[in-house]
């Protein structure tokens, strides 16, 4: 019997994907529930998985296409005689056709030998595939350090590199061999065409137009950081004992970020058509960095969490972008947004607001600087750039520079924080 493998409910508004790597070919066995391919959203990456065991069959679109909401991708034949025949024929890990090239007769060191295959099927993607052809290699016989095991370029590359470790010395080559010339304009000059996954599309399609449709100022400020760092010098031990998670400096900033909106609504405010809609609450997007791109999750009613809720949640968001498993409701419906850059090392920088929200913060690495203390006397201290950017339609320059002052109020005396203040 065979049973269709359509494309899944992708979310609210979300009608197509596009498929970004098929982890499985024609004819493979498959189990229930294994994932067979990738699809891209313009949110996140969504992996369709088998719907019940069986042997794979022909795929109905290619790597790249753009597919609708319950398209057929494909086939799963699940007779006990497809099954048998699958399993008992070899599934090499790369097909005849895109066997590497036989070597060059000139005098050039050759590769170690492959280790002889496992005879277990591996998926690839293309970029990785490409590597394992250039270098010869076993893809069965590398340990895959990305997600469900699959090998990644830099497995491929760390196994290249133990494999040429291991290559005996190549013999002194003949003179006229020595000579041979180099054809010329190639080393170096490699190019190569990706197609933009949809993720980044929509990244790219989304900042363009805040910069088009929001008059975007940026105000600075610094802020010292010694008594957060005290503080979470002081209570990191326990807070982890206690909790189970590390304190960060997240924490600090979203609770700040908190109050300071509070002081300010215009910037946790949007605006929609000729209306202004404030918000009585704080749902903060937070940047985080996931394989495909940069995505923002929303810590929902940050105003009501303790310092440890936001750490779990920041900690667990930044797991899931990294494994692609973050889902559509949980990138959606922030109020304001924070970036922190300083973990990357930028000392500054000009965030792009997050339509339709109005304002962004953006968090710098910390330095050791002179400054002047109250006393007259210069002292080092570490010290961090606050950048605020904002929507200049909404929130006047007054505004976004005392909310600047408020946020470096609480960091530089974080006691605000406990008595809201």
């Known amino acids: 019997m065979s049973i269709e493998v359509k494309v899944p409910v992708l979310g609210e508004s979300i009608s197509e994907a596009t498929i970004g790597e098929w982890l499985k070919k024609p004819g493979d066995t498959v189990a229930a529930d294994e994932p067979i391919a990738s699809l891209e959203t313009d949110k996140v990456a969504v992996e369709v998985p088998a719907p019940a065991a069986g042997v794979l069959g022909q795929l109905i679109f290619s790597e790249g296409d753009t597919v609708q909401v319950g398209s057929i991708l494909t086939t799963i034949e699940t007779s006990g005689a497809a099954v048998a025949t699958a399993a008992a024929a070899p599934q090499p890990a790369i097909a005849k056709s895109e066997a590497a090239p036989a070597p060059a007769a000139v005098a050039a060191p050759a590769p170690a030998p492959a280790p002889a295959p496992t005879g277990e099927p591996v998926s690839l993607s293309p970029a990785v595939r490409r590597l394992v052809l250039e270098h010869g290699l076993d893809p069965t016989s590398i340990k895959g350090t990305g997600k469900d095991g699959r090998l990644t370029k830099e497995d491929v590359l760390a196994a290249a590199a133990e494999a040429a470790k291991a290559a005996p010395a190549p013999a002194a080559a003949a003179p006229a061999a020595a000579a041979a010339p180099v054809a010329s304009g190639t080393a170096g000059r490699e190019t190569e065409r990706v197609r933009m996954t949809?993720?980044?599309?929509?990244?790219?399609?989304?900042?363009?137009?805040?910069?088009?449709?929001?008059?975007m100022l940026t105000t600075f400020n610094d802020v010292d950081m010694t008594a957060v760092i005290e503080a979470r010098n002081k209570y990191k031990d326990l807070f982890e004992k206690k909790h189970g998670i590390r304190l960060g400096f997240m924490g600090f900033f979203a609770k700040a970020a908190c109050l300071a909106l509070k002081d300010v609504p215009a910037v946790n405010?949007?605006?929609?058509?000729?209306?202004?809609?404030?918000h009585n609450y704080a749902d903060i997007s937070v940047a985080v960095s996931a394989p495909n791109g940069l995505v923002v999750p929303v810590i929902r009613n940050a105003e009501s969490l303790s310092f440890a809720g936001i750490e779990k949640t920041i900690a667990d968001f930044g797991k899931r972008a990294k494994d692609g498993t973050l889902k559509m409701d949980e990138m959606t419906g922030g109020t304001?947004?924070?970036?922190?850059?300083?973990?990357?090392?930028?000392?500054?920088?000009t965030p792009i607001i997050n339509p339709p929200q109005s304002a962004v913060l953006g968090l710098h690495r910390i330095d050791q600087r002179p400054v002047v203390m109250p006393d007259g006397s210069i002292a080092a201290r570490p010290m961090m750039y606050l950048a605020l950017s904002y929507d200049h339609r909404l929130i006047d320059g007054r505004e976004a520079?005392?909310?600047?002052?408020?946020?470096?109020?609480?960091?530089?005396d974080p006691t605000r924080l406990l008595i809201d203040l």
């Open 336 to 349: 304001f947004t924070i970036s922190n850059g300083g973990v990357f090392g930028s000392l500054m920088s």
């Open 269 to 278: 405010a949007q605006i929609d058509g000729e209306e202004i809609v404030y």
């Open 401 to 412: 520079v005392t909310f600047l002052v408020r946020i470096k109020e609480a960091i530089e």
């Open 198 to 215: 949809r993720i980044r599309q929509t990244i790219a399609k989304r900042l363009k137009s805040a910069q088009e449709n929001a008059a």
